[in-house]
């Protein structure tokens, strides 16, 4: 039930790490680079030094579309007149975008076990959980497969402080500040 701050989770040594997808884009850059995600991109580099590093093809494909969506959207403030998303998505005017997404997606491929086995997750109680409000599927099947493999799940989503057990590495501050009352507070 232990949160770690950036500074304990880079002493850590020898461990198996889940990247969560809002790492993904820190790291990535594309959609700004301020302090904070400089901070957590230093410290996924740090990290990979020294552990083992995993995500689930759910965190890339949420990574992929969530960057599609960036790009699609920083081209339509420039240009009103672009086409609806799904179009303009195939086109040879997004065809740059598209290639860059591939290329930051098959870097985390190369940097990551890629889990994609979710045989011994129960689907209906995941949604069930779900519907509590406290946490989104993709955030609660990662924490799920954390909490079965004992893997730290590396994440600013303060969505996880709700997952009982789940050990968590983040610099959220909600979440630092909470982490007494997390026995009242996990839920899930």
């Given at each position: 039930m232990s949160i770690f701050d950036l500074g304990a989770a880079a002493k850590l040594v020898g461990?198996?790490?889940f990247v969560d997808t809002n790492i993904l884009?820190?790291?990535d850059g594309a959609h700004s680079f301020d302090e904070k995600q400089k901070i957590y991109s230093n410290l996924y580099f740090e990290l990979k030094k020294n552990n083992k590093?995993?995500?689930s093809e759910k965190c890339l494909g949420e990574f992929s579309n969530?960057?599609?969506a960036l790009y699609y959207?920083?081209?339509r403030e420039e240009d009103k007149n672009i086409d609806s998303f799904k179009k303009y998505r195939k086109s040879e005017a997004f065809s740059t975008s598209m290639q860059c997404i591939y290329d930051a997606t098959c870097q985390f491929l190369n940097d990551m076990e890629v889990i994609k086995d979710y045989r011994t997750l129960d689907i209906a109680r995941a949604f069930d959980d779900v519907r509590s409000g406290l946490i989104d599927y993709c955030d609660?099947?990662?924490?799920?497969?954390?909490?079965e493999r004992d893997m730290y799940f590396f994440s600013d989503d303060g969505d996880?402080?709700?997952c009982k057990g789940l050990k968590i590495i983040t610099n959220n501050s909600w979440m630092l500040r909470n982490s007494e009352k997390r026995g009242e507070l996990a839920v899930l």
């Amino acid at each position: 039930m232990s949160i770690f701050d950036l500074g304990a989770a880079a002493k850590l040594v020898g461990q198996e790490i889940f990247v969560d997808t809002n790492i993904l884009i820190f790291v990535d850059g594309a959609h700004s680079f301020d302090e904070k995600q400089k901070i957590y991109s230093n410290l996924y580099f740090e990290l990979k030094k020294n552990n083992k590093l995993y995500t689930s093809e759910k965190c890339l494909g949420e990574f992929s579309n969530r960057l599609t969506a960036l790009y699609y959207n920083l081209d339509r403030e420039e240009d009103k007149n672009i086409d609806s998303f799904k179009k303009y998505r195939k086109s040879e005017a997004f065809s740059t975008s598209m290639q860059c997404i591939y290329d930051a997606t098959c870097q985390f491929l190369n940097d990551m076990e890629v889990i994609k086995d979710y045989r011994t997750l129960d689907i209906a109680r995941a949604f069930d959980d779900v519907r509590s409000g406290l946490i989104d599927y993709c955030d609660l099947v990662s924490a799920r497969i954390c909490l079965e493999r004992d893997m730290y799940f590396f994440s600013d989503d303060g969505d996880s402080l709700y997952c009982k057990g789940l050990k968590i590495i983040t610099n959220n501050s909600w979440m630092l500040r909470n982490s007494e009352k997390r026995g009242e507070l996990a839920v899930l």
